[in-house]
């Protein structure tokens, strides 16, 4: 009995010193991030005896030195523009500034929270999500190279090109699946927003792919407790995982390099006093 509860004594201080170290973590100051993903995921958890989904938000930036580093996570009981609204603000109260970009997929009440929060940063909607979104305009019995195709476009140099591929396309299927043209062309240019930016990072910025294999990770070291038996125990375990993956970006090689974005931003400069 006396072992039993030294076991249970130690456990629980091990717990609380974990949750003191996250808690200092999710309070620490932020600064300048450069660039910003925002996205969500689903974790089981057990509340009065009902298993309901909890939505994990979580954000991911990049700083002027080129490196990752895990900004947040929160839980919600589900993705809305108040549960956003209030993550992107706690990310500013700790002092998140100079977001220039941010990628996300196009849920209303994120998209909310980015332009209200984040007015002066351009927004990229991440084009995979936008490329499944597809799928939802095209009948059940389709040619699978219509959206194979629509997915070349963001491979292009710059916009003109891409702009120039996306009217061929259009010409090319507009006769067979109007619908879906019609629903490319309204809302294409949202995933536009990274031909803006150097060349090196278009393939890191077109997308949330980045933040969306940090998930995979999370998920495959979650998927072994199923369903969480409260919210606390969801959250010290995710966020255990993000400080150690933050950790290890913030130690490692840098991500992107930064000097282009500063080279880029004064070429785009020198171009608009000339003209």
Known sequence: MVQGSQHNGLA????????????????????????????????KVRDNGVVSSRAVLIAVGINWDGRRC????????RESGTSWRDFVLQ???????????????????????????LPEAAWQRCYVHFLRNAVDHLPRKRDDDCRTELGWIYDRRDLEEARGDLAAWLN??????????????????????????????HKHMKS????????QEIKRR????????????????????????HEGWIEGTRYLNMELLREHKKELLKHELLT
């Open 208 to 215: 949330t792919n980045m933040l969306e294999r940090l998930n």
């Open 70 to 77: 895990i900004l947040g996570v929160e839980l919600a009981n």
């Open 222 to 245: 979650t998927h072994i407790v199923r369903i969480f038996p409260n919210d606390a125990s969801c959250l010290r375990l995710v966020r255990a995982l993000a400080v150690e993956i």
């Open 172 to 201: 090319k299927w507009q006769g067979k699946y109007p619908k879906l043209c019609d629903w490319v062309e309204d809302n294409i240019e949202e995933t536009f927003a990274f031909y803006r930016l150097p060349r090196a990072h």
């Open 12 to 43: 629980t201080q091990a717990a609380r010193e974990l949750d003191e170290k996250l808690e200092q973590w999710r309070n620490s100051p932020l600064g300048e991030i450069v660039y910003l993903y925002l996205d969500a995921r689903y974790e």
């Open 91 to 117: 990310l500013k109260q700790r002092g998140l500034a100079g977001v220039e970009f941010v990628v996300s997929d196009d849920h209303a009440g994120l998209k909310q929270a980015i332009f209200e929060l």
